[in-house]
Structures are given as C-alpha cells and as structure tokens.
C-alpha cells in the first residue's frame, strides 16, 4: 500500500543538505511543552486510517507513574508515530490538541508543504494526545548493569535529547552504555528526580 510521507518523519531525520532537520532539545524543554508526562506500558495498538490514508497508530496504555499532567492507573490513549511495542514501558512526553515543540535547524518547504497536507487528511483521526516532539519524546525503559546490580533505564537519542556531559546525577554517565543505533542508557531514577526538580521551578 502506498504510504504518505509522514510529518514527523520529514521533520525527524535529515534526508540530505535540502531537508527539514529537527534541532537537539534539552530533557527540561521536553518536559515544560508537554502537557502529560509520564511512565506507561503500552497495551494496545491499531493503525489510524481515514479512508485510503494511513494516518500512523493510536496506541493504548496502562500509566505506571505520573510526573506530569495524569492520574496513576488511568488508561490514555496517544498516536500517530508507529514502531512502539506492545507490553513495553516507556517514559512518554505528550501535548494535547495539536501541539508540538519542534524547534528546526534547517527547513525544506517541499517537506513542510508535504506535512501540512498529511496533517490535512489526518488531524481529524488523530487521538487528543500525541508526541510533543517529532523527532521522539517516547523513551524506551529497560534494564541495564551496573556496578554488579540491575537499575531501570531510559534508552535515549542524543541526536534528539541534548543529554548534559554530567548526565542527570551522581550514577549517570551519558556515554557508559551506548546501543546499536546510538542512543544511550540514562539512569530513570536520575532522570525522574531531575524532572521533580524541574516541575517544582
């Protein structure tokens, strides 16, 4: 089936030296435009369609905890990007009706003039809640070792999350545990405190 370019696609990775290029945002920027924050495993997923379109996944999920924006144990929904597995926990950042923080390091106007389009044919089946950034602000938790013990992280692109060189606290260090496609394990723990401390600003 043919596929439309997807807006957050365009947006999300550099297709050449004409592309739309999303730039690095800090885990704080994330976490004051997002109007939910929280921990959730995913329980649900189904594609969006609006007639022949295909307008990304809507997915379900369980929230685990809250540091943002929901009530513990509620169900939420949120969409649009595809690719997050089903039973899998995942630090989300999410914007209500539309929003998105995207701040852009270069432009291209075919892609844009491409994503308002996509946008034109979808937004109406689109959930309330979706990513609020394009690039991804759903982070990936899983475990990792160290120092002999198992500890819960968060698996996080540096080409999207401008991670600090000193990481989040006193057990983070951002380039100890790099994986296949880049990303690196940043303690949850570490990253959960440092966003208490940011919503109490």
């Known amino acids: 089936m ?3 370019i997807l807006w957050f696609a365009l947006v999300a990775t550099a297709f050449g030296v004409a592309a739309t ?5 800090s885990i704080d920027e994330l976490f004051v435009a997002a ?3 929280a921990i959730v ?4 997923g189904s594609v969006i369609r609006n007639g022949a379109t295909e307008c990304g996944v809507r997915y379900r999920a369980q929230v685990i905890d809250v540091l943002k924006g929901a009530n513990r144990e509620m169900s939420i929904e949120f969409g649009r990007v595809e690719g997050y597995e089903i039973g899998t926990r995942y630090l989300i950042f999410l914007a209500a009706d539309g929003k998105r923080y995207d701040p852009l390091a270069s432009t291209n106007s075919d892609a844009i003039r491409a994503g308002y389009d996509y946008e034109k044919k979808c937004a109406n089946k689109w959930p309330r809640l979706n990513l609020v950034h394009s690039g991804t602000s759903a982070f990936r938790i ?3 070792e160290e120092k002999w013990k198992s500890s819960r992280a968060a698996v996080i692109r540096p080409d999207v999350v ?3 060189k000193a990481g989040y606290g006193g057990t983070t260090e951002k380039h100890e545990y790099p994986t296949y496609d880049g990303s690196v394990y940043v303690s949850l723990d570490d990253l959960v405190k440092h ?3 940011v919503f109490k600003k």
């Open 41 to 44: 495993q995913i329980t649900e």
């Open 21 to 25: 290029k999303l730039m690095p945002v």
């Open 2 to 4: 043919k596929r439309l």
């Open 162 to 164: 401008d991670i600090p």
């Open 195 to 197: 966003l208490s401390r």
């Open 142 to 144: 899983s475990w990792y």
């Open 35 to 37: 109007d939910v924050v």
